[in-house]
């Protein structure tokens, strides 16, 4: 059965109708590239952290025919900081710890800092695309205010982002019991958007997009 929209021709769309289908392309292309971006970045963290194993093994191995086990590891930290440190913009300045060896294979696991981050910025930024774009773009189209516009999925998205940004990564009261769809944490505990997560994350935005026409279908409910 055709939905209301598909038995329209694009000729008879009001402007309204109009800008709510951008919204929906929109929301499909940026979720699409937050989730390339997400596993791009996994992948070449991953990699970074083999490359880096191998050229320890290897540099330790050939300096260590003439040195002890402890001087060919500092020579190793110092090689491995100097070229992180030559890789960046004259005006960055490399933060001490970055250089170690052991930083770095810690920040570019499966499970490290780069992740955790890399996870946490793909939430605040659908989210902020939500709040600052999307939601007021439909309320505009719909005559009402952005406020009145109320989604679950949204609803845990933006008590996430909280956590993120006030609350040191940490998930609070409000997360563990007000959370309706995304139920992963508990209060206390770190939020940490791992490759299933943010794959909930953008399937969720998704499904949400391909919903949005029907605020404009009169035999349905006008719940997002």
């Known amino acids: 059965m055709q939905s209301f929209l ?19 392309d929109d929301m499909r292309r940026v979720t ?3 989730a390339l971006v997400y596993a791009q970045s996994y992948h070449g963290y991953s990699l970074l952290a083999e490359h880096l194993e191998r050229s320890k093994a290897a540099l330790i191995e050939q300096i260590g025919q003439t040195s002890s086990l402890s001087e060919a590891q500092a020579i190793y930290d110092k090689i ?5 440190s030559n890789a960046l913009p ?9 250089g170690s060896t052991r930083n770095l294979l810690t920040r570019n696991s499966v499970e490290g800092e780069n992740i955790t981050l890399l996870g946490a910025f793909c939430l605040i930024a659908l989210y902020q695309h939500w709040e600052d774009s999307w939601r007021p773009r439909i309320a505009k189209a719909m005559a009402c205010d952005k406020n009145e516009l109320k989604s679950d999925f949204w609803g845990d998205v933006r008590l996430l982002r909280i956590c993120v940004i006030h609350k040191r990564g940490v998930a609070d009261a409000s997360v563990g019991e007000k959370c309706k769809q995304l139920r992963w944490f508990k209060s206390g505990e770190p939020i940490v958007i791992d490759p299933p997560k943010l794959k909930e994350l953008i399937v969720q935005a998704q499904e949400f ?6 605020l404009f279908d009169p035999t349905q409910p006008q719940k997002l």
């Open 6 to 24: 598909d038995q329209l021709s694009p000729y008879q769309f009001t402007p309204e109708q109009m800008a709510i289908l951008e919204v929906q």
């Open 209 to 214: 997009a391909e919903k949005i026409p029907l």
């Open 32 to 34: 699409n590239d937050l």
């Open 80 to 84: 491995s900081g100097l070229l992180i």
């Open 90 to 98: 004259d005006r960055l300045v490399t933060p001490p710890a970055v």
